[in-house]
């Protein structure tokens, strides 16, 4: 008896990755993206070196000691920063603001002993707001940094006048904010690139899948009615041995076997991608005319719980589209959950539909748990955790 045929099992999506050969690296995993900015440190130098002449008083001790760590933290921060925004997109602002509320307090605890020079750590403030946060507080930092540049000279004694520092500042923000809108597009493109890699992996399993289930299983269907024929057909009229009835018994079982084999190969490989249902469910709320917020990468994810967290997006963003009445859907995922919620007309009062349950079995059977009710928004919300 042969053995059947291991089930295909479901390949999980690349992690994404930049154009670089055998060596590439996924995207935001760089060991050296630290040093893009820490180049730009040497102009920390002149509030460093007049912090150390002053070496020998405890203010001069305390601005080394300040700006060193506002040196580094500035480096491992836009270190951060990029793998953050590189797997998962957008920043959120708290975190920005505060770093940058870190970055001041050490400039200002760095003051007595760098003088007026410490104002020169006012350019990488705003290098770090202009590459991180939206447009309008971006001004608003700017325009901040610039006044305490212009006025900070005037009303602390012994500080000279800093007025041909506040046009460098100001252009320094305004080329940090092109070059992270540069950055944020390339991202975008990258991110892009790699779903539209995963898109034409599945569409081509997808394809072989058709064409093992329409060729070969056509031909083992046929194999299996012959053999039982002729096996009725030798019982009809008493001709043959038991050996020639034998071997065709063994014949249909073996068919039957490379048929279940087969079904069960193309069933493992029409498993659903992640990526997958992420571009069809924003290609069915543009068609349904629904603002959608949806992640750009589902890097986080565990491989054994993309399938299910899969089946989820797809469950919830057909109820969105056919049920909700909603004119925005927001899809949020994690490592360990995925939520899909809307502002439509919200839970209504039954338990949910075949749909649900079905996404309830299988979460269940990998240690998940499915969570509705109302969403913040007003309308409805799944929630698929993981346990």
């Not at 059947?4 to 390949?11: E, G, K, Q, T, V």
Request: hydrophobic share 50%; aromatic share 6%.
């Amino acid at each position: 008896m042969t053995a059947a045929a291991p089930r295909a099992a479901p390949s999980s999506p690349l992690p994404p990755r930049w154009v670089g050969g055998d060596d590439a690296r996924p995207l935001g995993t760089s060991r050296i993206g630290w040093l893009w900015a820490a180049v730009w440190l040497v102009y920390l130098a002149v509030p460093v070196r007049t912090a150390w002449r002053h070496r020998d008083t405890f203010a001069g001790v305390v601005a080394v000691v300040a700006l060193v760590v506002f040196a580094v933290g500035f480096a491992a921060y836009f270190a951060w920063m990029r793998a953050h925004r590189i797997r998962s997109g957008e920043l959120h602002p708290g975190p920005v603001w505060a770093m940058l509320a870190v970055m001041v307090l050490l400039l200002v605890v760095a003051a007595p002993g760098a003088g007026e020079d410490v104002v020169a750590g006012a350019v990488y403030v705003g290098v770090t707001a202009a590459m991180t946060l939206p447009g309008r507080q971006v001004v608003a930092v700017a325009a901040a940094l610039a006044a305490a540049a212009a006025l900070l000279p005037r009303v602390v004694p012994g500080w000279e006048s800093l007025d041909g520092f506040v046009p460098q500042l100001l252009l320094a923000v305004f080329a940090a904010y092109g070059v992270g809108q540069v950055l944020r597009r390339n991202i975008e493109l990258a991110q892009a690139r790699q779903q539209l890699v995963q898109l034409a992996v599945t569409e081509e399993r997808e394809r072989v899948a058709r064409d093992v289930h329409d060729i070969l299983g056509h031909s083992l269907t046929v194999i299996t009615v012959k053999t039982e024929l002729a096996g009725r057909l030798l019982e009809a009229t008493g001709a043959g041995d038991s050996r020639a009835r034998a071997e065709l018994a063994d014949a249909e079982r073996l068919a039957r076997e490379a048929l279940a084999d087969v079904r069960a190969t193309v069933s493992g490989m029409r498993n659903l991608s992640l990526p997958g249902e992420l571009a069809a469910a924003r290609s069915a709320l543009d068609a349904a005319g629904i603002a959608g917020e949806l992640p750009s990468a589902v890097d986080d994810v565990p491989s054994r719980y993309r399938e299910l967290f899969a089946f989820a997006l797809r469950e919830g963003v057909t109820n969105v589209v056919r049920h909700s009445g909603a004119g925005r859907c927001v899809v949020s995922l994690a490592a360990d959950r995925l939520e899909v919620r809307d502002d439509g007309r919200g839970p209504g009062g039954g338990s949910g539909g075949s749909g649900l349950a079905g996404l309830r079995e299988r979460a269940a059977a990998v240690g998940a748990r499915v969570e509705t009710g109302r969403a913040p928004e007003g309308g409805f919300l799944l929630r698929v955790v993981r346990a």
